[in-house]
């Protein structure tokens, strides 16, 4: 695995990056459906490396699945985050009609048609394609195999966010199996890209245990945050600051087993009775998991403590931060852990479980609590410990900004447009490899 420094040459004569992001829409509203931290980072380093870069063109693609756009037609858009590249950017909504209500566990089908239409619908021809997540992968290998045959190398850069390894290994028994498909479409597109970002050395060692990934073709860049908008502002303070029997506790994310906010709600009905802890869940899932997460509060009777909100615009999550006593993040998987960040951004305290990423988002014991194991009992005790210390939430949440300014989504641009250069630079090597693909996208798809 090799770090990208920060001084390295990024810009790119000319270049043209095709991103595909099959799944979820980059620009959807995070915590909502399948859109998460996943898409706010494909959208801030998309961002960022347009203006990093005045010779970068961007072409975006995503694949439409809302049944509402049942008699749509492919469009070609400009969301307000780039509005001020729209000369330079593309959004392409890919419409595959036999896609439209489709779940996330029934895509894979539509690979071979998605990297079919990107091909055909680009407006400018590709140097790099950019997968994000594995079905994207997939896709991206079939649309590489398409130029290839027409006489052109283009190299796959894969970022795979989260794979179905990390995430067996740490499931818990309400989470379903990753399906075999998966493992092997992972390992094919692991084995043809030209080089595969991580976010942090341990994801990219879980890929060589888990994978047996070649770690000189990874590349680690940790995602950034936009501290102008989480940061701590003076006067807006934590709603119970100095209180050590009230608080409020806060998770924003896709609510779903793997985010864990059962573990909350199970972990509150475990507090003293001299506590009182509210939990405000935001977010909304495509299955009505979060309407289980309120019978069951109703069950162990603490229904009046726990609160479903809508996801919200950035600016006003972060105003949300400020004012919350604890910031929750209890996956049970995380690459990174970008609320965690944004969240100690705005000078939150925050508990996340010991785990992948999360590990390192946290400096555990300065800017938040890593809790294991990942069980009510073990959060029940965590959260009770940080209610009861408020100078403790104090010295956290300012710890915490400090480091979060570290991090920043121009950073990660400037290394990832260095990745696409050198992807570039060694893209003949890539052609012969892309030749043995389509056996593999045949089998996928048959």
Same mark, same amino acid.
């Given at each position: 695995m090799v770090k990208i420094p920060e001084s390295s040459q990024s810009r790119l004569p000319q270049s043209v990056v095709h991103v595909y992001s099959l799944h979820t829409d980059p620009f959807a509203q995070p915590g909502r459906g399948d859109a998460g931290g996943m898409n706010v980072y494909i959208a801030r380093s998309i961002a960022a490396m347009l203006s990093a870069d005045d010779n970068l063109r961007v072409e975006v *693609?995503? +694949?439409?699945?809302?049944?509402?756009?049942?008699?749509?037609?492919?469009?070609?858009?400009? #969301?307000?985050?780039?509005n001020s590249y729209r000369d330079r950017v593309r959004v392409h909504q890919v419409l595959i009609p036999q896609a439209l209500g489709a779940r996330k566990n029934q895509l894979a089908e539509f690979t071979a048609e998605f990297a079919a239409q990107c091909v055909s619908l680009a407006c400018w021809h590709p140097q790099v394609i950019h997968a994000h997540y594995w079905l994207s992968g997939v896709a991206a290998l079939g649309a590489a195999q398409t130029y290839a045959a027409e006489g052109t190398a283009v190299p796959v850069v894969f970022t795979p966010h989260t794979t179905a390894a990390a995430k067996d290994a740490r499931r818990s028994p309400d989470e379903p199996e990753e399906p075999h498909a998966r493992y092997e479409s992972e390992h094919r597109v692991l084995?043809?890209?030209? $080089?595969?970002?991580?976010? /942090?050395?341990?994801?990219?060692?879980?890929l060589q245990d888990y994978y047996g990934? =070649?770690?000189?073709?990874? %590349?680690? &860049?940790?995602?950034?945050? =936009?501290?102008? &908008? *989480? @940061?701590?502002?003076?006067?807006?303070?934590?709603? @119970?600051?100095?209180? =050590?029997? @009230?608080? %409020?506790?806060? *998770?924003?994310?896709?609510?779903?087993?793997?985010?864990? #906010?059962?573990? $909350?709600?199970?972990a509150l009905a475990l507090l003293p009775a001299d506590l009182h802890v509210e939990l405000d869940i935001i977010g909304k899932s495509s299955s009505g998991y979060e309407l289980d997460l309120l019978a069951r509060a109703r069950?162990?009777? &603490?229904?009046?403590?726990?609160?479903?909100?809508?996801?919200?615009?950035?600016d006003i999550l972060a105003d949300i931060?400020?004012?919350?006593?604890?910031?929750?993040?209890?996956?049970?998987?995380?690459? *990174?852990?970008?609320?965690? +960040?944004?969240?100690?951004?705005?000078?939150?305290?925050?508990?996340?479980?010991?785990?992948?990423? $999360?590990?390192?988002? &946290?400096?555990? @014991?300065?800017?938040?609590?890593?809790?294991? #194991?990942? /069980? #009510?009992?073990?959060?029940?005790?965590?959260?009770?410990?940080?209610?009861?210390?408020?100078?403790?939430? +104090?010295?956290?949440?300012?710890?915490?900004?400090?480091?979060?300014?570290?991090?920043?989504w121009e950073a990660t641009a400037r290394k990832t447009l260095c990745v696409y250069s050198e992807a570039i630079t060694g893209r003949h090597q890539k052609m012969t490899c892309l030749v043995s693909t389509m056996s593999f996208l045949t089998t996928l798809t048959s």
């Open positions: *693609f995503t +694949l439409l699945t809302d049944p509402d756009f049942e008699h749509a037609k492919p469009s070609v858009q400009v #969301p307000a985050l780039l084995e043809h890209a030209a $080089l595969t970002i991580v976010n /942090t050395s341990l994801e990219g060692q879980q990934a =070649d770690p000189a073709r990874m %590349r680690v &860049i940790a995602p950034g945050v =936009d501290t102008g &908008i *989480f @940061h701590p502002l003076p006067g807006v303070h934590a709603e @119970h600051e100095g209180s =050590d029997t @009230h608080a %409020r506790v806060v *998770f924003a994310g896709r609510p779903q087993p793997l985010k864990g #906010p059962h573990i $909350l709600v199970e069950d162990l009777g &603490i229904a009046d403590r726990v609160h479903l909100r809508s996801p919200v615009p950035a931060f400020r004012r919350a006593d604890i910031v929750a993040s209890p996956s049970s998987s995380e690459s *990174f852990g970008l609320v965690a +960040l944004e969240a100690q951004a705005s000078g939150a305290a925050v508990l996340a479980t010991d785990a992948d990423g $999360l590990r390192f988002a &946290i400096e555990n @014991h300065k800017t938040g609590l890593l809790v294991a #194991p990942r /069980t #009510p009992q073990r959060w029940a005790v965590a959260i009770e410990r940080l209610v009861r210390a408020p100078r403790l939430r +104090l010295t956290l949440g300012a710890n915490a900004a400090a480091r979060a300014r570290s991090f920043s």
